[in-house]
């Protein structure tokens, strides 16, 4: 039986380079970054200063006073970003009738979710302040809580779940989410990612790990430098990116936007370790070959890649030789590909949802966002990365890939609507 077409047929946009879809769109096209030193807390105590924050954002706009001392700052940028998704879709909740809002779900990726509203919760108690502690400290820091802030804002009563797989997260939930619809379980899903893991504890625990830049807080809008041989580890950033999922007949009953068509997902785990990528790269390969196979294309029918790209030496490197493999050696050097995260920095499990804004808006603009900062090419990193500044192409499918700790793989191929 013929699975149900799916659309994204809504956007909405919460980034530290922009915040609403047309200034993202902006922003990245002129490869403008939004990585910055941070303001939330002081950072000069510690050797990474820089993050990708999403400033001029007034969370007050998006729930009342009384209610934001009882959530994490995740929660207003994904109510403004899906906010800005349903609008563009064309769809008022409250103007559905009770049956579409019965078939209309959550499901939203997230790595922390309310990390850093938990870490605020803990930092009271120990500092003998349990007075000042919210009431739903417990449900506030239950993962599945944001999908349901959600719900209750719009009055979704269909299916409501968070995915949190790590930096494959909205991804992983982009894929269910389309599930849901493909089964006819429903007919339209808010899905997309959201992450706000800027906070003191967070950061020192990236510290440890040795895994973030330390050498361009003199320069915060150079500190992301995928594939760049001075890289040095990635920059820790926030926002949110939000779809309407939607079957395609349904939207085009209704004359809605059509901005991409989601036809192929792969995922995969190499078993291998919490952190550290196996130098082979095989795994991430066969999630992208598994998504291709779903779509029902081949290597020559791809004509962009949103790369994971995080700054790291071994993400950069294997994922190179990753797509090598996925799409062959001779054509993985003739598409061009780029990193978002050059712009924006890592939103962690806010990411894959991040890369596939940009690969929707080089799919309508017709250019490739660049992949800043890529000044001087590692020589194992040797493909097309559009280094500095956009380059003109017409997208018919691309691959936004993505990789996660805990050795998961997540591709996504999207094709652009007929």
Known sequence: MDKRRVVISGMGVVSPNGVGREAFTQAILEGRSGVRRITRFDPSELNVQIAGEVTGFDELAWMEKKDRRHVSRVLPLAIAAATEALASSGLDPTRLPLEDLRRFGVIIGSGGGSQEFTEQQYELFFHDKQRQMSVHCVPTTVMGTLASDLSIRFGLRGPSHVVTTGCTSSTDALNYATRQIQAGRADYILSGGADSPIALGILKGFILMKIMTSRWNHAPEKGSRPFSVDRDGFVLAEGSWMYVLEEYEHAKARGAQMLAEIVGYGSTCEAFHRVRLQECGEEPARAIGLAMQEAGVGPQDIHYVNLHGTSTDLNDRIETRALKLALGEDRAHQVPMSALKSQIGHPQGACGAAGVA???????????????????????????????SGRKAKIEHAVANCIAFGSKNSALVLRRPS
């Open 358 to 388: 940009a690969t929707i808006i080089a799919m309508h603009t017709g250019q490739i966002p660049p992949t800043i900062n890529l000044d001087t090419p590692d020589p194992l990193c040797d493909l097309d990365y559009v280094p500095q």
